[in-house]
């Protein structure tokens, strides 16, 4: 039993050494440069890794006891649960994604940010969640999705001075359709899961 | 009520005012959410010093935006090859010529466009270009910066140029307002020639 412990530790270790490393990819130049150079790439892949990246952090820390003391301040995980949403509706934000681009401050502000403010910080506060507070998590998230997504999708000028109209365009439907398949996923084992269970045990 | 449930509730306060906080610094207080707009607020709020920047002219003599001194100048950002944005930059100008013409007779006012496709806009493009939109030699400076000070051009500005799906170039054009004292005072939408001429004719 102790030995599984060890080897379940050991194994976090790998995991976050794996997320550090894929960080350390996505900041090398040439890997960064082909995400930015697509609104889609940039907001929808590049930004959500850097947000696995900190989440795996997250799940590593947990089992650190000197975290216990940030804890006490994160009941029901509701500080975390807020940093992490500001912080991943702020890098949708057209602005914000230009000047992580231009910018090098805002370069360095976007790979801690996201995998620290939003990542490790939802990592850490979500299994506190009671079920409601994740309900409206959720609801919050859709809308914020359909929000931009409709505003990149409708909006006639280029809100962005480093991508095209047509890539606004698609991502404001790829934004839509994220929207989307978000809320069918959070309705689907309440709708249908039970249905399951009624039928094996009947 | 728990230790841990003030101290949280507490931390949560903090974090919704430090959110807050962070959102009006990064969105100029809710006002600009694209840089665009961002950077037209700051001209007005801060209007920063423009560099002596350098160029060639028509002649093929080297200049540099110190030799406007003294006199506002209206800059704008060009390709010849342009079939869209460009080509209402140029009537625009062309406009703002007769406009301003009293202006520009009494040195107080020049038009600059400035190139950012060295490659294919020689003198010969440039001249082309400003007799197309109806404008003379007039107080309206055609400019070529070299490849290497163009990106100061563009950076100092707040100009980005990027190539769009046609072999041409996307770019957020505007008319830049630099005033006698060689700051950048404010950035104008083409649309908007009369808030340009107001702005010159009030302050000159």
């Known amino acids: 039993m102790f030995r599984q412990q060890v080897r379940r530790n050991v194994h976090h270790h790998w995991v976050a050494l794996a997320a550090t490393l894929l960080w350390i990819v996505l900041l090398l130049h040439p890997v960064r440069s082909w995400f930015e150079a697509s609104m889609f790439r940039h907001m929808i892949v590049q930004v959500p890794l850097l947000f696995a990246v900190g989440w795996i952090w997250g799940r590593w820390l947990r089992n650190s006891y000197a975290l216990n003391f940030l804890q006490r301040a994160n009941r029901w995980g509701a500080t975390g649960m807020l940093l992490a949403l500001v912080t991943m509706t702020l890098w949708m934000l057209p602005r914000l994604l230009d000047s992580a681009i231009l910018d090098s401050q805002w370069r360095w502000a976007k790979f801690l940010s996201v995998p620290i403010f939003a990542g490790t910080a939802a990592s850490l506060s979500w299994h506190r969640c009671p079920a409601i507070a994740r309900g409206v998590i959720h609801m919050e998230i859709i809308a914020t999705f359909w929000r931009f997504g409709w505003g990149y999708l409708i909006a006639e000028d280029r809100l962005c001075l480093s991508y095209l109209l047509n890539d606004q365009r698609q991502t404001g439907m790829a934004l839509f359709w994220i929207g989307g398949v978000w809320a069918v996923m959070v309705v689907w084992r309440p709708l249908f899961g039970t249905l399951r269970v009624e039928k094996t045990s009947g | ?204």
């Open chain 2, 1 to 204: 009520m728990s230790k841990d449930t003030r101290m949280s509730a507490l931390a949560f306060a903090l974090a919704l005012a430090a959110a807050l906080y962070v959102s009006a610094q990064v969105t100029d207080g809710f006002q600009a959410f694209t840089l665009e707009s961002a950077r037209r607020h700051a001209a007005l709020r801060t209007p920063r010093n423009v560099a002596p920047l350098q160029f060639i002219t028509l002649g093929g003599e080297q200049s540099d935006l110190a030799r406007y001194q003294g006199s506002w100048v209206l800059v704008d950002f060009i390709y010849t090859r342009c079939e869209t944005l460009c080509t209402s930059l140029g009537a625009v100008y062309a406009q703002l010529q007769r406009r301003l013409s009293r202006e520009i007779a009494n040195g107080q006012v020049r038009l600059l466009s400035v190139s950012f496709d060295p490659i294919h806009d020689g003198a010969e493009q440039l001249l082309a270009f400003r007799t197309r939109h109806g404008g003379s030699a007039l107080g309206w400076d055609m400019a070529r910066p070299s490849s290497v000070e163009l990106s100061r051009w563009l950076k100092d500005f707040g100009v980005v140029v990027i190539p769009d799906e046609f072999g041409g170039f996307a770019h957020n054009a505007a008319i830049h307002v630099v005033g006698p004292d060689a700051r950048l005072r404010a950035i104008f939408d083409l649309d908007d020639v009369d808030e340009v001429v107001r702005h010159v004719q009030a302050a000159s």
